[in-house]
């Protein structure tokens, strides 16, 4: 059964950059099924795709955090990680990492707890 | 961009069905999932591909998809369906590939 947890510091500084990661336990980070993303949800607020990255080191990021966004794995400890470049009080949000399969559509399935990161000096 | 355009609420009695719409153009052309959110929990995925259904999940969810609309339906409808529901589909329409979410509706079970 694979399984998604979070990491990560809960408070991050104006301008500075947020650094997420997620642990991938129960599979392979490099398995050919499934892409690797992160999904974000402000209080009160909807869901908001980040970006996805697939095995082969592919990535997909939203247009609008493009240019603030890297998304990484590291196949040694199964694990993939989020940088945020630049944050303000605007990327205070819950991150989830997820997993999305080729065997569902590329829908998520599986979903980390989630993880509050608030953005404040 | 591609936009996904849901209902903000929706509200039902306990034993009805419950209809939750996700329009986008030629959404019938998408595969389209569905997500549900409980307070303080992180989404359980309950719809993809239009109409399949996890293990696990309930047959009283169904989902369809047509034209400018998919529809998420509830039959039978329980008070632990109160929840927010999430449609989502992959763009590629655009000059790139990526996941996109509707705003959500919420499910209110009077």
């Known amino acids: 059964q694979l399984q998604l947890q979070e990491s990560g510091p809960g408070l991050v500084k104006p301008s500075e950059t947020l650094s997420l990661t997620c642990t991938v336990s129960?599979?392979?980070?490099?398995?050919?099924?499934?892409?690797w993303g992160w999904i974000r949800q402000p209080p009160g607020k909807g869901l908001e795709w980040i970006g996805s990255?697939?095995?082969?080191?592919?990535?997909y990021y939203n247009p609008s955090l493009k240019s603030r966004v890297t998304i990484s794995v590291d196949t040694s400890k199964n694990q993939f990680s989020l940088k945020l470049s630049s944050v303000t009080a605007a990327d205070t949000a819950v991150y989830y990492c997820a997993c999305s399969g080729s065997s569902f559509a590329l829908a998520v399935p599986i979903w980390g707890q989630g993880t509050l990161v608030t953005v404040s000096s | 961009s591609y936009v996904l355009t849901q209902p903000p609420s929706v509200s039902v009695a306990p034993g009805q069905t419950a209809r939750i719409t996700c329009g986008g153009n030629?959404?019938?052309?998408?595969?389209v999932h569905w997500y549900q959110q409980k307070p303080g929990q992180a989404p359980v995925l309950v719809v993809y591909?239009?109409?399949d259904r996890p293990s696990g999940i309930p047959e009283r969810f169904s989902g369809s998809n047509s034209g400018n609309t998919a529809t998420l339906t509830i039959s039978r409808v329980e008070a632990g369906d109160e929840a927010d529901y999430y449609c989502q589909v992959w763009d590629s329409s655009s000059d790139h590939l990526g996941a996109v979410f509707g705003g959500g509706t919420k499910l209110t079970v009077l």
């Open positions: 591909d239009d109409s």
């Open positions: 030629n959404i019938g052309s998408k595969s």
């Open positions: 129960g599979g392979s980070i490099s398995s050919s099924s499934y892409y």
């Open positions: 990255i697939y095995y082969s080191g592919s990535t």
